[in-house]
């Protein structure tokens, strides 16, 4: 068994919302939909065709070609506790663009999907991501490293209109 460590830099942008929490989530959720776990499965379970798999996503992407892979509503099971928080955790990409990603460097599926937080706070709503691009670049690729400054278009377009 050995060990590697990697030490890098990740660069987080945070955007500072011009409407409240719900809104914001409810504009992000439509630019960014969420492709549903039962189709994933579906098309695993069935050993469908790669085509079928690209059509699966792109009838479901949003206008920047992003989903949500997960949506962690962590504000709803942390009020419990009894003080109310309004946070949800996002896994966005694209299958298709990460089958690209993954293929040139299996390490990358630590970073694909990305995480975006959308969280609200005493000063109003945010949204919170890790430039993909500063992420990626811990694997040293320039094929991901164009991948990912397409990436980081894309979530910057979304969260712009989303806290618009």
């Not at 955007?15 to 960014?32: A, I, M």
């Not at 206008?63 to 099971?77: C, F, H, I, N, S």
């Not at 089958?99 to 975006?116: C, K, M, T």
Request: net charge negative; hydrophobic share 40%; charged share 25%.
């Amino acid at each position: 068994m050995s060990e590697t460590t990697t030490t890098y830099t990740a660069v987080r942008i945070t955007y500072d919302s011009d409407v409240d929490f719900n809104e914001t989530r409810q504009r992000f959720d439509e630019r960014v939909p969420e492709l549903e776990g039962e189709t994933s499965v579906d098309l695993v379970l069935r050993g469908a065709p790669w085509s079928e798999v690209q059509a699966a996503v792109d009838a479901r992407v949003g206008p920047t070609g992003l989903v949500a892979l997960a949506r962690l509503d962590q504000g709803a099971l942390l009020s419990l506790e009894g003080e109310a928080l309004e946070a949800t955790l996002y896994l966005v990409g694209n299958p298709i663009l990460a089958r690209e990603v993954i293929g040139r460097d299996q390490a990358a599926a630590l970073y694909a999907p990305f995480r975006v937080a959308i969280y609200s706070d005493a000063t109003g709503a945010h949204v919170a991501y890790d430039k993909p691009s500063s992420v990626f670049a811990s694997l040293g690729s320039s094929g991901i490293d164009v991948i990912a400054a397409k990436l980081d278009d894309k979530i910057r377009t979304v969260v712009e209109v989303s806290c618009r």
